[in-house]
């Protein structure tokens, strides 16, 4: 086949995208490339239509940097005040390493929040995040998306899916891929290759909304994802101290240096936590 063959327009993509909603499965879409190249501008045009087709507007404000905000998105959260989104709506995840990124994959807000996109079918949500290495995502996460989409430059987006076959343990084939594609730099040969987008740059107003809820709702999500982490941290000391005391008042024998030894903290701070001065 030609080049041309591959070459799909958004409606295309965007119609794919709303029929397989009508049959009840899920869509969420992972975007990667390069900074700056425009993973942001590709997923915010897809939902501009996506909203059209499905009657479902799409603006910016409904672009996030918080798990809080997003898991609030999908299923409601009355203690933090955040509605949820009507069915077949779009929400845009701006930056999927600070929500799903692999090395946190013991994260139990990360673990919680995959568990509920595994359950979340019925909502008909189109989920889509930008990342700009995809495989540095958590693989539970990656095993949710349906659709890998990467930017090789600005206005050009390759579309791939996972592969529907019930004997391989890797859906994305991504050795395969990786080799291919070295070999041949071109995407059009791969097994998981959908195809190929062209879409058109923001307009100057549409660049103007992005960098404005960006450098808000960024900044805040940022603020609040370091409050939880002290809290969190705050809570684990806590565990540990508690069990230290417990551990010690129930084993005579047991000497500060012992539990120093085993935790790789100070005798010091052991004595501290046992007397209840830490």
């Known amino acids: 086949m030609e080049k041309?063959?591959?070459?799909?327009?958004?409606?295309?993509?965007?119609?794919?995208?709303?029929?397989?909603?009508?049959?009840?499965?899920?869509?969420?879409?992972?975007?990667?490339?390069?900074?700056?190249?425009?993973?942001?501008?590709?997923?915010?045009?897809l939902f501009f239509l996506y909203g059209k087709i499905s009657s479902i507007k799409w603006n910016f404000d409904k672009m996030t940097w918080s798990r809080k905000e997003l898991m609030g998105w999908i299923d409601g959260d009355k203690k933090n005040?955040?509605?949820?989104?009507?069915?077949?709506?779009?929400?845009?995840?701006?930056?999927?390493?600070?929500?799903?990124?692999?090395?946190?994959?013991?994260?139990?807000g990360q673990i919680d929040s995959i568990g509920t996109l595994n359950?979340?079918?019925?909502?008909?949500?189109?989920?889509?995040?930008?990342?700009?290495n995809f495989w540095d995502l958590d693989t539970a996460f990656t095993s949710r998306i349906r659709f890998?989409?990467?930017?090789?430059?600005?206005?050009?987006?390759?579309?791939?899916?996972?592969?529907n076959n019930p004997f391989s343990n890797d859906v994305w084939n991504r050795s395969k891929n990786e080799k291919t594609f070295r070999k041949y730099k071109?995407?059009?040969?791969?097994?998981?290759?959908?195809?190929?987008?062209?879409?058109?740059?923001w307009t100057a107003k549409q660049k103007i909304d992005y960098y404005h809820i960006r450098n808000t709702k960024r900044l805040t999500a940022l603020d609040v994802n370091k409050d939880?982490?002290?809290?969190?941290?705050?809570?684990?000391?806590?565990?540990?101290?508690?069990?230290?005391?417990?551990?010690?008042?129930?084993?005579?024998?047991?000497?500060?240096k012992d539990i120093s030894e085993v935790l790789g903290i100070s005798t010091e701070a052991v004595r501290l936590i046992k007397e209840g001065l830490r």
């Open 4 to 45: 041309k063959e591959y070459i799909k327009t958004m409606k295309f993509f965007a119609e794919t995208i709303y029929k397989l909603s009508l049959s009840d499965r899920d869509i969420n879409i992972g975007v990667g490339g390069f900074t700056g190249e425009g993973k942001s501008c590709f997923l915010t045009q």
């Open 228 to 256: 939880e982490k002290v809290e969190r941290y705050r809570d684990i000391k806590k565990q540990r101290d508690n069990l230290i005391r417990m551990l010690m008042n129930t084993n005579s024998k047991l000497k500060n």
């Open 81 to 108: 005040k955040i509605k949820q989104l009507p069915e077949y709506s779009s929400i845009l995840v701006d930056e999927l390493f600070m929500l799903f990124y692999k090395r946190n994959w013991y994260d139990e």
């Open 186 to 201: 071109t995407p059009y040969l791969l097994p998981n290759f959908l195809c190929e987008i062209h879409y058109p740059d």
């Open 148 to 163: 890998y989409v990467y930017i090789p430059f600005r206005g050009v987006a390759w579309v791939f899916e996972q592969e």
């Open 119 to 132: 359950m979340c079918r019925d909502r008909h949500l189109l989920i889509g995040g930008n990342i700009p």
